[in-house]
């Protein structure tokens, strides 16, 4: 090359390795500055570039083709002791007057049945030891006194709900997600006897001729049992459990159901007397959320609770539950919701509580709203804020009630202050996704205003959903009734 030319530029080839392929640590073209555009080279683009599209697919592929296990296998010990137990049993029932051990408690039948347990099983030959004894014991009482499979799950604290669908098939609720539970039952008609007894104890009845009943248990579980011939793979049993110590709000935040800011809102809506209606699917968590916000009511207040099958459990000293009652053979002696409502206006109660607005009973909720009762609260289903105004005017509308859509729209917009939405997410976590204001109308038009939302962002790699709890910004309608009681500042800041 002469003295002070200039190089030549030849073309850049990648380098090569002994083996004369391309070296690993070769820069994509472009450098590491400039990499290429999407698109302009698909060989070239890093892998993560591409849409997660083959992944979604092979999901869905996986889920067309996978064998379904509609039982659980129950084998090993509780095997045994359940076979044991359909032996024992009609032996031990030859032996025990009913009468009288239905007077005794759990610990002082088994005491009592110890020994004859051991007579039946030596006649029968059959030699257990002690673990098993015990267990065969648990089991025949369970049986006896209690709700026999079923006894093992409501004692469980992780279970939420229990779905019976028929003697063969239990699914139980743990952490938000459906699994099948190792428990089965005898036969149809042993099934249909629990269930009777469960209804049974709050002066219900379930049989051909009613075969569909609502009851609760002692702790307060909600039950519901569903009976052939409406339900075709046997009696159907759905218990709703609640925990046995009461959520407050500032649990719900420590679950992160909720933001900071949203859990001063909904205190502060609470304590000062707003009219609040809980919406949400079935399962999202609004009677827990009733539950939660009651614990904001001033001790000094009068609550009345109405609800079809009692399962509001009120942290306040002043509360009386009411429960409405179905029709007796003849179809005679319905107390409805209205009805119960009707009554409570001559109570002297300060709040009206329905559990769960269902129908043409909403007007009569309005109406308490509307009366001087400030603080009264309902749950009802709906997908959103929008939603739960639309079903309530249907509600009304679906009740014998003659007044035009726009009056019924005007009494809505004018008793509810806020609608706070619930929602089980896909990865079984219970969010409050929105809280909105209810303002007034506009034309003929319900307008809101929406102080709190849950935007999704992403789902973390154990399936969890991320997202983050935003304030709109807005200066709350209701700043007014806050500033009654003294909490207009913090619930501005809380809200802004």
Not at 403 to 428: F, T, Y
């Amino acid at each position: 090359m002469a003295p002070g030319a200039r190089p030549s530029f030849g073309v850049a080839r990648p380098m090569k390795g002994g083996d004369g392929k391309p070296a690993k640590d070769v820069p994509p073209p472009g450098g590491e500055q400039f990499p290429p555009l999407p698109g302009e080279d698909a060989a070239a683009a890093p892998a993560q570039s591409k849409p997660n599209k083959d992944d979604a697919m092979t999901r869905l592929t996986d889920r067309a083709n996978a064998v379904m296990e509609g039982t659980a296998e129950i084998g090993g010990f509780e095997a045994s002791v359940h076979k044991i137990k359909e032996q024992v049993l009609p032996r031990l029932l030859e032996r025990v007057d009913p009468e009288a051990a239905s007077t005794l408690s759990k610990e002082e039948l088994s005491e009592e049945f110890r020994p004859i347990i051991m007579e039946v099983l030596a006649e029968l030959k059959v030699t257990l030891n002690r673990r098993e004894q015990f267990a065969l014991e648990k089991v025949l009482i369970d049986e006896l006194l209690g709700f026999g499979p079923l006894e093992e799950l409501l004692n469980d604290p992780e279970i939420s709900d229990i779905m019976v669908n028929g003697p063969d098939q239990t699914y139980i609720e743990k952490g938000g997600k459906l699994v099948i539970a190792p428990i089965r039952f005898r036969d149809e008609q042993h099934l249909f006897q629990i269930a009777q007894r469960i209804v049974n104890q709050v002066g219900r009845r379930v049989d051909q001729t009613t075969p569909l009943a609502d009851a609760r248990l002692k702790d307060g579980s909600r039950v519901n049992v569903i009976v052939p011939p409406l339900s075709l793979k046997g009696t159907a049993i759905s218990i709703r459990k609640f925990s046995e110590k009461p959520i407050t709000i500032d649990m719900l935040k420590g679950f992160g159901s909720m933001s900071d800011q949203m859990a001063t809102a909904l205190k502060i809506a609470g304590a000062c007397r707003f009219n609040v209606v809980i919406s949400g699917g079935t399962g999202s968590g609004k009677t827990t959320m009733l539950n939660a916000l009651s614990k904001m009511i001033d001790p000094g207040e009068r609550v009345l609770t109405i609800e079809d099958a009692a399962e509001l459990r009120l942290q306040q000293p002043h509360w009386l539950p009411l429960e409405t009652r179905p029709p007796n053979l003849e179809g005679q002696g319905a107390i409805t919701i209205g009805d119960l409502v009707k009554n409570a206006l001559r109570m002297r109660p300060d709040r009206i509580i329905l559990g769960e607005i269902r129908g043409a009973e909403c007007f009569d909720l309005l109406a308490a709203m509307n009366t001087g009762h400030d603080g009264s609260m309902c749950t009802l289903h709906a997908n959103s804020p929008r939603e739960c105004l639309g079903r309530m005017e249907n509600m009304i509308l679906m009740g014998d009630i003659k007044i035009p859509k726009e009056a019924i729209s005007r009494q809505i917009a004018e008793s509810v202050d806020l609608i706070v939405q619930v929602k089980r997410l896909r990865d079984g976590s219970r969010r409050t996704t929105n809280i909105t204001e209810v303002i007034g109308m506009e034309g003929d038009v319900i307008v809101t205003q929406e102080l709190f939302k849950f935007e999704y962002l992403d789902e973390s790699e154990d399936g969890k959903i991320v997202g983050e709890y935003r304030a709109s910004g807005l200066r709350p309608y209701t700043l007014e009734k806050a500033r009654m009681f003294g909490f207009d500042q913090a619930y501005l800041e809380a809200c802004l």
